[in-house]
C-alpha cells in the first residue's frame, strides 16, 4: 500500500508559524482542534490498527460511527489528488475544515502520501482573513467561501463542499482565476466522489463521478453509489439525482426533505431556486414544512435574521407552481447549526413550533400583489 512509509518526514510545529519539513499547526497552546488533528495522524501512523473511526454530521438523521479500512482511505486519498494533479512534493495547502469532518481526515491523508505542506487554522467563517501567502490546494465549505472572496486569488484550486453552492456565490466565482470545484459526497463515501467545474471556460453543470466509481438511481430517482478500491458495500442515498449518463448527474434534493402537501409532493430545493433571486444575497434561507390539519405539511420559508418584506413576483407561483408557494415565513434570529456549519433543519423547525409560530413570524409577505401580514 505504501501509506507507513509517505507518513515520515510529517511533524508538527505548534509554536512558529513558518512552513515547517510538512505539517504546521499554527497558535498555541493544544487546542481542541490541534488535538484532534494530532489523535488522527497518530491513528493513521499506527501500525496496528488497520480501521479507523469516522463519525457522520448528524445533519440528515442521528450522527453515526462508521469504520474504515485504512487501505480504502489511502486509495480514495490518492485518486482525488491524481484527478486534480496535485501529486507533487511541496504542494502547499490551507487546512480550515472543522478536523472532525471527512474531508479533513482525507486531507491530510493526501498531504502525508504526497509530502504536502499543509498550514492547519482553527476553523473560522472567513478562514483568510490573517492568513499570508498562496496555497495550491484548499478545501471550504460554502459560508467561508463566501467570506473569502476577497482573498480567493491566493487559492489556486478551491474545493467547495459540505452544503449547495447558491446561484450568487457561483455568479462571483465566475470572476477569479482560482479552478474552483463544487464537490459531491459523505463520510460513507470517504468524501467526495464527483466533482462539478463552476468557473472557468471548461465550467459544467453536473457532477461527474471519479475514475471507478459506478453511479445509478433507484426506483426513486435516488443516486446509488458504489466504489470498488474504497468500499464493500453499495451505497444507496437519499438524494435525488437527474442521471445524465453513466457517470454523469445533476443533484436535485433529498428525498426525505420531500413535502406532501395536500397529496402534492414538493421538493423544497426547487422551491428554494425560485425564491433564491428575492431574497437579499447575505441572508441563508431555506424551505421546509410544519404539520397543517388539513394539508398534512404547510409549506413554509424560514429566514435567518432581522425581518423585510419579502417581495416575490406574482408569475413565480402560478398554475402548476402555485401549489409550492409558501403559506407561512418564519423568521430566526440565528440558525442552528452542528459543528461542520451544517444546518440542524429539524431542530429548527421544532423550535419554531414549540416556541409558538407567531413569535417567529412578523412579516408582511407579498407574492400576489398584495400584502398581507402572516
Known sequence: MGFKEDYLGIRIDFQSKRISDHLVVKGHPLYQWQETILSFLNDWKNESKSILKVSTSGTTGIPK???FKKEYMYECAKRTAYL????????????????ESIASKMFLIRAIIFRWNIYCIPPS??????IKGYFDIVSMVPIQVYYSLKNLERIRILLIGGAPISKYLEKKLQNISTICYSTYGMTETLGHIALKKINGLDKTDYYESLKDVSIG???????????????????QTNDIVHLISENRFNWIGRFDHVINSGGIKIIPELVEKEIFPFIPHRRRFFVSS????ILGERIILIIEGPTFTVRIPKSIFIEKKRFYKPKNVFFVEHFIENYLGKLKIKEIINRIIVNNIKKYSIIYFSIFGFFFKI
Open 125 to 130: 467563517s472567513n478562514p483568510l482573513r490573517n
Open 217 to 235: 438511481i433507484d426506483n426513486r430517482n435516488c443516486l446509488r453509489i458504489f466504489y470498488p478500491y474504497c468500499m464493500d458495500t453499495l451505497i
Open 65 to 67: 460511527r462508521i469504520f
Open 84 to 99: 486534480l494533479n496535485i501529486t507533487s512534493s511541496g504542494i502547499k495547502g490551507l487546512l480550515c475544515l472543522h478536523p
Open 290 to 293: 410544519i404539520p397543517d390539519t
